[in-house]
């Protein structure tokens, strides 16, 4: 009876499993919710990029390099919105993600005199976040690079980005070089994505006290069900 107890769970199990057509619909409605959030998201950011080029608030950040090393005093400005759209045979053109972009500029500079081990390291780290930077290689007696000086100038792009993933239901926000030098990324189920989410996104983007991260939750971590903020929390 062992094998056909087993042939029967496994009949039950089928039988009540999702069609490929409701797997389909269902992957759908998430396409559909993520595109409806990131449409709500590309009007946002376009209408706040536009009002902070005119109001030109007075933004200021500093970041840490290394150690004790900051660029310090930039100031925000040159804001833009960015989409970021894909087509496909099976859907007209859809969008991936939307952005917000600025510059932050300041005066001073940072130089740097590694080994060239450790400069290799901190050039691909300014790659990485597109940080500006000049370097100069010096050599030993013998002709081969022993160390390198690095110089790094005062203007850091910064960008948030909302993407979503229509298989799940997840969004996901990037604030790059906005808190802190790098990424900072949340994750938010599509549902989440309100006008109180993007009022807590403006006031990221403008360095005043937020909810994103009490809202969010690492990218890799579960989000509860029952979690949703609410209007005017």
Known sequence: MGLLDDLKKQAEAKLHAPS????????NGYFQQVQGALKQASVFFAEL????????????????????SKLSNLRQ????ARDNRHSNSYSAEY??????????????????????????????????YSL????????????????????????VPASVTLSGDADTGITQL???NVELLGDVKQAFDVSHITPDFFE???????AQPNRLREWGRPPDAPLPVSFAPTHGA
């Open 77 to 80: 400005g040159d804001y833009n």
């Open 132 to 155: 500006p930077f000049e370097h100069r290689d010096v050599r030993d007696d013998k002709g081969r690079i022993s160390r390198s000086i690095i110089t790094i100038s005062s203007k």
């Open 200 to 206: 807590e996104v403006a006031k990221a983007v403008l």
């Open 49 to 68: 990029a536009e009002s902070l080029n005119v109001v030109q608030p007075d933004v200021r950040r500093q970041f840490y390099i290394e150690g004790s």
């Open 95 to 128: 969008l991936v993600d939307v952005s917000l972009r600025f510059i932050l500029l300041g005066n001073d500079t940072l130089t740097f005199d590694k080994e060239t081990r450790q400069a290799n390291m901190m050039k691909e780290y300014l790659w990485a």
């Open 174 to 176: 990037v604030l790059r």
């Open 20 to 27: 490929g057509a409701e797997r389909e619909a269902t992957k």
